[in-house]
């Protein structure tokens, strides 16, 4: 599985857009990019994930560049429950696909 | 059942005991995955199965650490003579018939060796 580089932490404010960036430098041309979150002591939680094109669905947009190489989680207003870490990972898309490689995540916080 | 259930959600044994975690996963999903994470960091890849079948079992970090699926369903991850460093929070998850292939995380199990 591709490495991903994340910054460690960032802060939002409430009601504005959070953008989390993620390098996937070596991502291979199957390997889509997923992005979960974890709350506190909770299990991680899917959010969104993408090929080539950018998606959307009702939690977040995710932004992935032409070279596949970097992405962007956006949550367009943030609330006070988005502060989670959020994790960035690369990984096949199709059915058996394998294990996921987590890295450290960054810690969004939220602020009101 | 609604999704991914472990047990026990909290276990703390002696050094050099035993512990063996339960994983009961979304009925139907073909590939389940333990991991395993420390305080403050993400989680960190142990093994995986589809169906009865071992498929990675690159990240047990020695032969103390076993895990098995037997029927393709219901999975046990065993540690044997447990040391203070095996502490750790224990993830499940399964995934395969979820339209995006994503992964359902359980719980957990945290795991305290005293």
């Known amino acids: 599985d591709a490495k991903t580089t994340q910054p460690p932490s960032m802060d939002c404010a409430e009601g504005r857009a959070a953008n989390l960036p993620c390098n996937h430098s070596?991502?291979?041309?199957?390997?889509?990019v997923y992005w979960y979150r974890q709350i506190h002591s909770q299990g991680p939680q899917y959010i969104i994930h993408?090929?080539?094109n950018n998606e959307t669905n009702e939690m977040a947009s995710l932004i992935i560049t032409e070279d596949r190489k970097s992405s962007t989680l956006i949550l367009p207003h943030a609330t006070l429950r988005d502060t989670a870490v959020y994790y960035c990972?690369?990984?096949?898309?199709?059915?058996?696909?394998?294990?996921?490689?987590f890295g450290d995540g960054t810690t969004l916080t939220v602020k009101p | 059942g609604a999704g991914v259930s472990q047990s026990p959600r909290y276990k703390v044994t002696k050094r050099g005991q035993d512990v063996a975690l339960r994983c009961d996963p979304i009925?139907?999903?073909?590939?389940l995955y333990w991991y395993r994470q420390a305080l403050g960091q993400g989680p960190e890849f142990l093994t995986y199965?589809?169906?009865?079948?071992?498929?990675?079992k690159s990240g047990l970090p020695n032969d103390r650490f076993s895990a098995e699926r037997p029927e393709g369903s219901i999975s046990t991850l065993t540690i044997q003579r447990t040391e203070q460093r095996d502490s750790a929070m224990y993830r499940c998850?399964?995934?395969?018939?979820?339209?995006?292939?994503?992964?359902?995380f359980g719980p957990g199990t945290r795991l305290t060796v005293l």
């Open positions: 990972i690369v990984r096949g898309g199709w059915t058996n696909a394998g294990k996921s490689t």
């Open positions: 070596t991502i291979s041309g199957n390997e889509y």
């Open positions: 998850a399964s995934s395969g018939q979820g339209k995006y292939n994503e992964q359902f």
């Open positions: 199965f589809n169906y009865e079948a071992q498929q990675d």
């Open positions: 009925s139907g999903h073909v590939s």
């Open positions: 993408g090929l080539k």
